[in-house]
């Protein structure tokens, strides 16, 4: 299922799409293929949700998001098992990018912490000038297969870390990796709505709809250099 605002959907279709192990062909489960009303929805819970997140000290949200990475360390060996079933590296790497996608969580965890405004020097006598650093709403990623838990924690992570909510569009060949930081998040205490998980086989629907919705007020990308300048393009 998806995770939308704290909770498991099915795709409004009904339509699935099989997860397979690409080193034997075996399907190891299936996934809803989200649309565009899912993910609206999605962007609509992270909206919601974002106020009371923003209101949250750094302090509470770095106590929440070290939960995050204490679960992700606690359950390693089942994460290390499920990336290497869907994704198809070692047993070995896997392992060592579960350890690093929680070492992701805790530097943003603490980083978030030590974000500071700037007084800048002014040309006149008779003003001067503040640098507030705020969250900037909602944010979105759209991640790809090689490493499907460390660019979601490294990019969920420093925007949650930062005050703001997220929705994730994870690949299309890794969404079981994605599905399970969903589950971790709402062990550790993530309130509803502020990560969200849609797997989607229509990347370039999905894609489009993040870049041009007015709630998202920032994307972060990682994939091809066609489809980035693409992104790039329809963003800007």
């Not at 047993?91 to 500071?116: D, H, I, M």
Request: proline fraction near 4%.
């Amino acid at each position: 299922a998806a995770f939308v605002d704290g909770e498991w959907i099915k795709a409004d279709s009904g339509k699935t799409h099989d997860v397979t192990n690409p080193a034997t062909g075996e399907v190891l489960g299936t996934v809803p293929d989200c649309g565009k009303a899912e993910t609206a929805r999605a962007i609509a819970a992270a909206d919601k949700a974002f106020p009371a997140w923003r209101a949250k000290t750094a302090k509470e949200r770095a106590k929440i998001l070290h939960k995050l990475a204490d679960v992700i360390e606690a359950n390693s060996e089942a994460l290390g098992t499920l990336l290497t079933m869907e994704q198809g590296k070692s047993l070995a790497e896997a392992k060592g990018e579960v350890v690093f996608s929680a070492a992701y969580v805790r530097w943003f965890a603490e980083e978030a912490q030590r974000v500071y405004g700037d007084v800048i020097r002014s040309a006149g006598r008779d003003r001067r000038f503040i640098v507030l650093k705020q969250p900037i709403g909602v944010c979105a990623a759209i991640t790809l297969w090689n490493f499907p838990l460390a660019m979601i924690t490294r990019k969920a992570a420093a925007a949650l870390a930062a005050g703001c909510t997220m929705v994730v569009k994870p690949s299309e060949e890794t969404p079981l990796t994605a599905l399970a930081i969903a589950e971790l998040a709402r062990q550790a205490g993530i309130p509803a709505g502020v990560l969200n998980i849609v797997p989607s086989k229509d990347a370039a629907g999905i894609g489009r709809l993040l870049c041009e919705h007015p709630v998202i007020r920032k994307l972060s990308f990682t994939g091809s250099t066609a489809a980035g300048r693409a992104i790039g393009e329809v963003c800007g």
